[in-house]
């Protein structure tokens, strides 16, 4: 999976813990605490994965939101889109799918630290 440059430095500092929430608000006023999974680039935009939380930081249902993710790199703060074309929503969610699979994958595979041929 690739991940464009603006991804890698939003995914560099997740994993740094600098930025671990946003705040969306929704139609109806409503304000959602999400946890930020990840950046993925998909047809050469990004997108942000969200985790709904509930008032106590948790989530139940596993449920995940995807918005479009604009963000030049600057200091200004990123701004989120909707995803209103089925096509790139279920794009958007098969990548998800893949990144998962890859997680999985190197969750249960130790992989070695040295070269295939046995040498470090």
């Known amino acids: 999976m690739e991940f464009s440059k603006i991804a890698t430095e939003m995914n560099t500092r997740i994993e740094n813990g600098d930025q671990e929430t946003v705040e969306i608000e929704l139609d109806h006023g409503e304000v959602v605490n999400c946890a930020i999974m990840i950046v993925l680039t998909v047809n050469e935009k990004d997108y942000i994965v969200l985790l709904p939380l509930d008032k106590n930081g948790q989530n139940h249902d596993g449920n995940v939101w995807f918005y479009e993710f604009i963000w030049d790199g600057s200091d200004k703060e990123p701004e989120l889109g909707y995803i209103s074309d089925d096509a790139e ?4 969610s098969e ?3 893949l990144y998962l699979d890859d997680v999985e994958f190197d969750e249960l595979v130790e992989l070695p630290e040295e070269g295939l041929d046995g040498e470090e």
């Open 95 to 97: 990548a998800f799918d």
């Open 89 to 92: 929503y279920e794009a958007v």
